[in-house]
């Protein structure tokens, strides 16, 4: 049945009727949001309590409930249960803190509901954005890069391009299905788990990807890994690329990768880096020989919200050669609705449509463009340098308390410990610090993080953290010893 058009004043609108209450309440919702920033320090951390969580699930109703309605439950029961990354004594996952100029900043980018990268100013920024990064990690002038969404997309755009630029099959056309030899990729055994994911997605099966252990500094072995491909070609398989880590997720180790770089050449492989966080090291001043050799990588993954502090969710993925990352994404074939407009971007080459997975794009770039603008690169490098000097002060109290002990080589802004108040067993030691872990998390949600890494459990503390201060992280060590020396009286009164 064919309807006429409303009249006018029927037709219906997202935007508002009444534009000064918007206002009003905007207005309010900036300043309340920038109360709650300057007083992060002192916002409590807690779990949902059952009113919350029955105020959030509720039937989605016909009529809607009204701006103001809506911003209350957020504010009462939304935000003041959730995740306090934002907060100080945040050492838990590699969870950035954001910035209140970043928060404004995302304001201007919602505002102009910015969504495409490869026209107009949106396309200038985008590459400019990417030179500053190439810049700041040293990676060749030559290579491209593109924003994406964070860590994993970031490995996973890496290695679609390697996997398309390294299969002896053309592998747009043809696909993994016409591969007559198993490709294989390589990694250290500390290596983060979106790794797997990209390799599945990409059709190679996890299989392919050979966890090789790494030595006592959390380090890939050179001599296994050598072993590993060698074993691979008698197999008549295709080994074709090598993962290093700048910065593991466990403890920020960082493999040698000037080494690495020189095998994988030597090899005819793709050589990839994940360096989600540990890239940054590049602008400290005391540890960027960590990340000697990431500029000999084929494509490097880096985050932008982890350690500099950019508002989720923001990644990159550079890649040496242009030609190949473009020729992985490019479309096979031509949307007709876009030719007209996309044959005016001026060089293709660089237009991020054409160099990871999605067609819509928020306009992400904005926000790393007017941050890193507005700080500079100083600043930047004192945050990173300020980080890795509180881990080290934390190491070495652990260090020098005999209740305590070092877990896993500190190499830059991760300190794995256990509290150890005399000789236990491993049994022991681990249920001690699963308690003292449980503990510190009602204190707050993930000050601290859990892992095992060789098979023995431990306490993590992961510093990519502005706001956190040389007394947050002595009261971290104080609440350490003091859940450890009460669990410890309890259980032997
Ligand atoms: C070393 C490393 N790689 C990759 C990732 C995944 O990054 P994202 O969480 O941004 O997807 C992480 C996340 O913590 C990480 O630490």
Redesign the pocket.
């Known amino acids: 049945m064919r309807r006429e058009p409303k009249d006018a004043a029927q037709e219906e609108t997202l935007d508002p009727k009444d534009w000064d209450a918007l206002r009003k309440l905007a207005h309010e919702m900036l300043d309340d949001m920038l109360t709650y920033q300057q007083n992060l320090r002192s916002q409590p951390s807690s779990s949902p309590s059952r009113n919350a969580v029955n105020e959030i699930c509720v039937p989605l109703t016909q009529e809607g409930e009204g701006e103001e309605k809506v911003y209350e439950v957020f504010q009462q029961n939304i935000l003041p249960y959730t995740m306090p990354h934002t907060r100080p004594r945040f050492w838990g996952?590699?969870a950035g803190t954001g910035t209140p100029y970043g928060m404004l900043v995302e304001m201007l980018r919602a505002g102009m509901n910015g969504a495409q990268e490869a026209f107009l100013a949106e396309a200038h920024v985008h590459a400019q954005v990417i030179k500053w990064i190439k810049e700041m990690l040293d990676f060749p002038e030559e290579a491209g890069g593109v924003l994406v969404s964070?860590?994993?997309?970031a490995?996973f755009t890496g290695l679609a391009v390697a996997r398309n630029a390294k299969a002896n099959v053309d592998m747009k056309t043809k696909g993994v299905q016409k591969l007559n030899q198993r490709m294989t990729l390589y990694c250290g055994d500390e290596t983060?788990h979106?790794l797997e994911r990209s390799v599945e997605l990409l059709g190679l099966g996890n299989e392919a990807l050979r966890w090789i252990p790494t030595d006592d500094n959390c380090r890939i072995r050179l001599d296994a890994l050598e072993k590993a491909i060698k074993d691979d070609k008698k197999r008549n398989n295709h080994p074709f690329c090598i993962i290093g880590?700048a910065?593991?997720?466990n403890s920020g180790a960082f493999d040698d990768l000037k080494a690495l770089a020189g095998l994988a050449k030597r090899e005819n492989m793709w050589f990839h880096v994940?360096g989600?966080?540990?890239a940054w090291v590049k602008i400290s001043n005391t540890h960027r020989h960590l990340a000697d050799g990431m500029e000999d990588a084929d494509s490097l993954a880096v985050?932008l919200?982890?350690w500099m502090c950019m508002p989720y969710?923001i990644?990159c993925t550079l890649v040496r050669d242009r030609l190949a990352h473009y020729s992985t994404f490019v479309y096979g074939h031509e949307a007709r609705y876009l030719k007209s407009a996309f044959d005016q971007v001026e060089d293709q080459i660089t237009n991020p449509h054409s160099l990871a997975l999605p067609l819509s794009r928020n306009f992400t770039s904005l926000k790393a463009y007017m941050l890193l603008r507005a700080y500079g690169r100083r600043k930047y490098s004192n945050i990173i340098q300020q980080n890795i000097d509180q881990t080290n002060y934390l190491a070495e109290i652990i260090e020098s308390d005999p209740k305590m002990e070092i877990t896993a080589p500190v190499v830059s802004n991760i300190v794995c410990f256990r509290y150890r108040p005399k000789a236990l067993s491993e049994l022991e030691l681990e249920k001690l610090n699963k308690s003292i872990y449980s503990d510190l998390n009602k204190i707050s949600f993930w000050m601290v993080s859990d892992t095992t890494i060789k098979g023995r459990y431990m306490l993590r503390a992961c510093n990519v953290n502005h706001r956190s201060r040389k007394q947050d992280i002595d009261f971290l060590l104080d609440e350490v010893k003091r859940t450890g020396k009460r669990i410890v009286s309890q259980t032997n009164p």
Request: hydrophobic share 25%; with cysteine.
């Open positions: 996952v590699v964070g860590g994993s997309e490995n983060h979106c880590c910065g593991t997720v994940d989600a966080f540990g985050d919200h982890k969710s990644g």
